[in-house]
């Protein structure tokens, strides 16, 4: 049986695995886009790296579900095509976004036409940048979804990275040594595991 990488080989001439950076919040300067940024940038020459938009999906309504939004749509076949999803989430009040657990919910149900839904099973890491929690308690929010998903979590910790006065003040993310080599870690154990595929 061939390899995820031969397939690709032969199908895209070689090209890179693709993982998808999945930004929790909306605002264009947010700590966590800057976290995917610096993940980015350790993906760099071994991943073609794509961030989803997401801003228009609508609030699930599973009497507006068919026909499928456009942004939903359009999400689906991001997903679908990623070979890893890095999911980069604020914690609010102690849990997850609740704009992108809504995304999550769209992306779990199956297509109009009986196809599956793009996220199950999919290969994913995640890492976030909140208050003094480190996003512990966002994470924790996230365990059971990524279960009844059937996610398949690379080995390595998430990165939570704790938010001070200094950078609320600059409005800049500054990852220690620490935080680096765990975003270093959870790289590498993304692609190890598409490899493995």
């Known amino acids: 049986m061939e390899s995820v990488n ?10 890179l695995p693709t993982v998808l950076m999945i930004v929790g919040s909306l605002r264009k300067k947010s ?13 760099a020459d071994r991943a073609n790296v794509r961030t989803l938009d ?14 499928t939004p456009e942004p939903v749509a359009s999400a689906r076949i991001e997903v679908a095509d ?10 609010y009040n ?3 976004p609740g704009a992108l657990k809504n995304l999550f919910d769209w992306l ?23 208050g003094s929690s480190c996003a512990r308690d966002g994470f924790a929010t996230w365990l059971p979804v990524l279960k009844a ?6 080995p390595a910790t998430f990165t939570g990275v704790a938010l001070n006065r200094e950078m609320f ?3 800049r993310l500054e990852l220690d040594d620490a935080a680096k080599a765990s975003i270093r870690n959870q790289a590498d154990a993304v692609i190890a595991l598409i490899n493995q595929e």
């Open 94 to 96: 102690h849990g997850m």
């Open 149 to 154: 998903l059937k996610m398949r979590i690379a």
């Open 6 to 15: 031969e397939v690709r080989i032969e199908e895209h001439d070689g090209s």
């Open 31 to 43: 700590f966590n886009r800057q976290l995917a940024q610096f993940a980015a940038d350790e993906l």
């Open 169 to 171: 003040i600059s409005d």
């Open 54 to 67: 997401w801003r228009e999906v609508p609030v699930f309504n599973q009497d507006e579900e068919f026909p």
């Open 108 to 130: 779990s149900r199956p297509a109009q036409d009986g196809s599956p839904s793009p996220i199950v099973g999919k290969m994913m890491t995640m890492s976030g940048a909140a």
């Open 82 to 91: 990623a070979d890893a999803i890095w999911i980069v989430t604020p914690e």
